[in-house]
């Protein structure tokens, strides 16, 4: 079970912290992502992270501007997004590597 949160409107250039809490006791074996869906677009995954060792993966079009951490002490994901653009608008999910989907939050980046 996961659920987020963090998400809203915010101004081009501006920053969002989310956060994915997830309930169970295998958390911290798993790999932990997070997808995006824009309106009339399919899913897409734009940044993972390994179980141990925080190895992490991003797509290129949020490179250098979003950041995916996990805390397994409290079965936490965060995804620290900045330099926030329009085309960064989507509903975005926390995704599980045992199969779960969190419900979404809305990110609107709009002036």
């Known amino acids: 079970h996961l659920v987020e949160s963090g998400g809203g409107l915010v101004q081009p250039g501006g920053s969002l912290r989310l956060s994915c809490a997830a309930s169970?006791?295998?958390?911290?074996?798993?790999?932990m992502s997070w997808y995006r869906q824009a309106p009339g677009k399919e899913r897409e995954v734009f940044a993972s992270?390994?179980?141990?060792?925080?190895?992490?993966s991003y797509v290129d079009s949020v490179k250098g501007r979003f950041i995916i951490s996990r805390d397994n002490h409290k079965n936490m994901v965060y995804l620290q997004m900045n330099g926030l653009k329009p085309e960064d608008t989507a509903v975005y999910y926390c995704?599980?590597?045992?199969?779960?989907w969190g419900q979404g939050t809305q990110v609107t980046v709009s002036s």
């Open positions: 992270i390994r179980s141990a060792g925080g190895v992490t």
């Open positions: 995704y599980s590597g045992a199969g779960h």
């Open positions: 169970g006791s295998s958390f911290s074996s798993y790999v």
